[in-house]
């Protein structure tokens, strides 16, 4: 099993800076790729970035050159780094962990393990 919680979510302006963060619990992190996903209102979750765990990512076309993903494995914690925030990347944020040795995905269902959430705003 693996327990994943996000942290870092806020209100910023346009232009901003926000870094959230996801901790994970598990024996298989290191071993595991993790996802970036989010949910703007009244719309369904889509992809946002995901690594690999040799540490190759992907990114939507959204937010390529604004946002990076990174991991930790020694402090199993996967990041998001999101530069350059628009109005349109207001959502709910969620985590995601694949199990061991899957590769990076961009699809909600192949995805195993799931975080509550983290709100991002951007006012204009």
């Known amino acids: 099993q693996v327990q994943l919680v996000e942290s870092g979510g806020g209100l910023v302006q346009a232009g901003g800076s926000l870094r959230l963060s996801c901790a994970a619990s598990g024996r298989a992190f290191s071993s595991s790729s993790l996802g970036w996903f989010r949910q703007p209102p009244g719309t369904e979750r889509e992809f946002v970035a995901a690594v690999n765990w040799r540490s190759g990512t992907k990114y939507a076309d959204s937010v390529k050159g604004r946002f990076t993903i990174s991991r930790d494995n020694a402090e199993n914690t996967v990041y998001l780094q999101m530069n350059s925030l628009k109005p349109e990347d207001t959502a709910l944020y969620y985590c995601?962990?694949?199990?061991?040795?899957?590769?990076?995905?961009?699809?909600?269902?192949?995805?195993?393990?799931w975080g509550q959430g983290t709100q991002v705003t951007v006012s204009s």
């Open positions: 995601a962990a694949r199990a061991a040795y899957y590769s990076a995905s961009t699809a909600v269902s192949e995805y195993d393990y």
